[in-house]
């Protein structure tokens, strides 16, 4: 199984990113998918998930308004919208895959991306 997140960078504070994610080894539609982003220092912080289907979406309270998470099952791809970014929304942003279902809770993801770096600065 493999997840290769992309589309991190630099951006202004107020600006937008959008990160993918791609799936591969996986019945893709089996599995919840997450969002989650680490700071130096720091845990691993839930940032947002999506079931299989992509009927129920969460959010971290930090982030909800702000950031979109969708997935295209065809594609087997995931993806997170992110808008009015914020200095403190720096950090590592991973993708993982959770079978059957799609928890806040980290150490429930059976399968993880490599990360993407997400800076946002004047």
């Known amino acids: 199984v493999q997840l290769q997140a992309s589309g991190g960078g630099l951006v202004q504070p107020g600006g937008s990113l959008r990160l993918s994610c791609v799936a591969s080894?996986?019945?893709?539609?089996?599995?919840?998918m997450g969002w989650f982003r680490r700071v130096p220092g720091k845990e691993r912080e839930f940032v947002s998930a999506?079931?299989?289907?992509?009927?129920?979406?969460y959010y971290a309270d930090s982030v909800k308004g702000r950031f979109a998470i969708s997935r295209d099952n065809a594609k087997n791809m995931v993806y997170l919208q992110m808008n009015s970014l914020k200095p403190e929304d720096t950090a590592v942003y991973y993708c993982?895959?959770?079978?059957?279902?799609?928890?806040?809770?980290?150490?429930?993801?059976?399968?993880w991306g490599q990360g993407t770096q997400v800076t946002v600065s004047s």
């Open positions: 999506v079931t299989w289907s992509g009927s129920s979406t």
């Open positions: 993982a895959a959770q079978k059957g279902l799609a928890t806040r809770g980290w150490e429930d993801y059976d399968y």
């Open positions: 080894g996986l019945t893709f539609d089996d599995y919840g």
